[in-house]
């Protein structure tokens, strides 16, 4: 979830329309590779997602959402 600089608005980022995202257990081995730690575990929301919350370097946490089936 992002913030507008005015504060008046706020943008989700849901979906890449391109390039296509990669596996996400392939993502989290990059991240950690560049000093980010898994939060938790990696989820699995029913049939529809699989979920997990990244934190990097900088302390910030972000989660991250991957489509399945």
């Known amino acids: 979830m992002l913030q507008t600089p005015d504060g008046h608005s706020r943008i989700e ?26 939060v938790g575990d990696l989820e699995r929301y029913g049939h529809s997602y699989r979920l997990c919350d990244v934190r990097g370097p900088e302390g910030i946490i972000v989660e991250l959402a991957e489509g399945v089936g």
């Open 13 to 38: 980022l849901a979906r890449f329309q391109s390039p296509p995202s990669p596996d996400g257990d392939a993502v989290v081995a990059r991240l950690r590779a560049r000093g980010a730690e898994l």
